[in-house]
């Protein structure tokens, strides 16, 4: 088991530290242990466990003490970490937990560092059944990778090419101790389900099953790299002319299984979550159809893509915000503006717009869009509204623009600058 860990650490990338993950059970101990035994013999990078408080469970306080006492044991330093993972109605306690989980280990993580989790061959195998059985197509029939970014480090698997049984005999050998997690009986979760009704069946049938599941789920991965560079070829031949968009006309020169998987690209890349096979139909059959004053959106959680003229934007939901909001700026300081996820820097308005704040009598006003306004503009006056058509900006940005009023007069528009406009 040891000689088998060794190697897999070695392909690791270098960091500045390894976390490991522990729960506290039988996998998890295994994987400290087995790393401070190789500690002995071996430069490694320092360190250090870190253990998730869920409180779901009323045994929690007491995982967390034997986490404490096994690190302490070993003299490896731990940290515990107390998160609320309780689901709200209709949804996975699995799902909503294990967010919680990495979130927080995200957040703790100092950049470089790499988060070492005990998963094994027999959850690689799970991994996949799970998949399939949800439609899952190459992306999530390569189940777990051994390395992945994670948070600003790395997540890795050390322990993906060790069968279960080998865990639990060098547990056994070397007499440690571990919790377990009641909640992994119960068969009302799909992975309990699975592992306590149906891959014994399979596994008595088949005897390697795990390894046969492990090699497909590798050649998934194998697979979904070819997709992933031929996306990456695709996205550069469709660029919009914005960076960061996509060209509708050039996507619509795409077969459909390009299109989809350049689109899955595009996301992945943007850090967006995927859409489900329906709700992307659906995104292409309104952004390549709509004529191009349109202005579709399709939307799903955590995401959404809006189409103007020929270019797709992706991102994050955008916050809605009061129209009538109305902030006053003396601007000797930035001013934030959370809710727009903008800060106005004084040193713009000097630069740019050729306003000196130390010459203002009084704060400025800012505001947002209402209609109507005009902007003195390169020594004429003109409608914001046709400017803001001239320069191309969203509809849905020109509404979020801060305009910066002294008195009534609107004398700057955040996001418009006049020296950078043809």
């Known amino acids: 088991m040891l000689d088998s860990l060794a190697a897999a650490l070695e392909r690791l990338p270098p960091a500045p530290r390894w976390l490991i993950g522990l729960s506290g059970g039988l996998d998890s101990h295994v994987l400290l242990h087995g790393l401070h035994v190789l500690s002995g013999g071996r430069t490694l990078p320092p360190l250090a466990a870190v253990h998730v408080h869920h409180g779901l469970s009323p045994h929690a306080d007491r995982w967390q003490t034997h986490c404490e006492s096994l690190c302490r044991d070993l003299s490896i330093p731990l940290r515990v970490l107390v998160v609320d993972a309780r689901p709200a109605t209709g949804e996975s306690p699995e799902a909503v937990a294990r967010a919680a989980r990495y979130r927080a280990i995200a957040d703790a993580m100092e950049p470089g560092a790499i988060l070492l989790t005990a998963h094994h061959r027999r959850d690689q195998a799970e991994t996949l059944l799970l998949q399939l059985l949800r439609g899952a197509g190459p992306a999530g029939l390569a189940a777990m990778p051994r390395l992945k970014p994670f948070g600003p480090g790395w997540q890795a698997r050390p322990l993906l090419d060790l069968d279960r049984d080998t865990l639990a005999d060098h547990a056994r050998k070397a007499a440690l101790t571990w919790v377990e997690d009641d909640s992994n009986a119960d068969p009302r979760f799909d992975r309990n389900l699975l592992r306590q009704s149906v891959m014994p069946r399979l596994r008595a049938r088949w005897p390697s099953l795990d390894a046969t599941l492990s090699r497909a789920a590798l050649l998934q991965a194998e697979a979904q790299d070819l997709l992933a560079e031929r996306a990456r070829e695709d996205l550069e031949q469709v660029r919009g002319r914005v960076p960061g968009t996509l060209s509708v006309a050039g996507l619509a020169g795409l077969r459909r299984p390009r299109l989809r998987n350049a689109l899955r690209g595009w996301l992945q890349d943007k850090g967006l979550p995927m859409p489900g096979r329906a709700r992307l139909e659906s995104l292409i059959e309104q952004m390549l159809k709509a004529g191009s004053d349109a202005g579709p959106r399709v939307a799903w959680e955590g995401a959404e893509v809006r189409r103007y003229r020929d270019d797709l934007y992706a991102m994050r939901p955008l916050v809605p915000v009061d129209a009538g909001r109305v902030w006053q700026w003396t601007p000797t300081a930035p001013l934030r503006l959370p809710e727009l996820g903008i800060t106005l820097d004084p040193a713009i308005l000097r630069s740019h ?70």
């Open 353 to 422: 717009w050729a306003l000196d704040p130390s010459t203002l009598t009084a704060p400025l006003t800012v505001r947002l869009r209402r209609g109507g306004e005009v902007i003195r503009w390169r020594g004429q006056t003109r409608s914001l509204k046709k400017l803001l058509q001239e320069a191309g900006i969203p509809p849905w940005e020109r509404d979020r623009l801060p305009l910066i009023h002294v008195d009534e007069q609107l004398v700057a528009v955040w996001g418009m600058l006049p020296g950078s406009q043809d």
